[in-house]
């Protein structure tokens, strides 16, 4: 009996993982179709095929739909630092070059999906409160560097600072890139401007 359990576990999380997918994908062909602001949560609940209910289960707003791939973000940039054998930083430039592996790695994971990549940008830029979300989101992965700096055996205060400037170059990368696939790019060529300071 206890073989069935996670079984039934697995089940489950694979169907919330799939309708969360159909709302998100939902969501992003009517934002790609009429804007952010003319799509309603009622029209990507019919979309995609579920409830107002259903739909509020997994996001608190359309706004959250937006921004659905920010767990996902953070976990692969959980994976990009595990597969790295680094020690401590002993000092901010040890540190910042210690993340500029992993923003790279991001920036290439990012421009893999160029629409979805592109829509989201596009949206984020266009709409003042998507902005609002988004430099909130953005301090997550920021957080998430210092997580895995101070993991490693940095001081906290290093791990921090480098953590700001890390995100600052994959901020620029964002920014000059002229479309996802030059994102790996612009932020190797944001970290050897820093390098050069």
Do not use: W
């Amino acid at each position: 009996m206890p073989q069935s359990v996670p079984a039934l576990e697995s089940l489950r999380e694979r169907k919330r993982r799939l309708i969360q997918q159909r709302i998100v994908e939902a969501a992003d062909e009517l934002f790609a179709a009429k804007g952010f602001d003319d799509v309603s949560v009622t029209d990507i609940a019919a979309r995609a095929d579920v409830g107002r209910t259903t739909f509020f289960r997994y996001f608190g707003d359309k706004a959250e739909v937006v921004f659905a791939h920010q767990e996902e973000i953070l976990a692969r940039i959980t994976q990009f630092a595990a597969s790295e054998s680094a020690g401590p930083a002993r000092t901010a430039a040890e540190a910042v070059e210690q993340l500029r592996t992993i923003v790279v790695a991001l920036c290439d994971y990012a421009s893999d999906n160029i629409d979805g990549y592109a829509l989201h940008y596009e949206l984020v830029e266009k709409h003042l409160e998507l902005r609002a979300h988004d430099a909130l989101k953005t301090q997550l992965i920021a957080d998430r560097f210092t997580q895995i700096l101070v993991g490693r055996g940095t001081s906290e205060p290093t791990a921090m600072f480098a953590s700001q400037v890390a995100l600052a170059c994959y901020q620029i990368a964002r920014r000059r890139a002229t479309s996802p696939s030059r994102l790996g790019a612009e932020a190797h060529a944001a970290f050897k401007q820093l390098a050069a300071l």
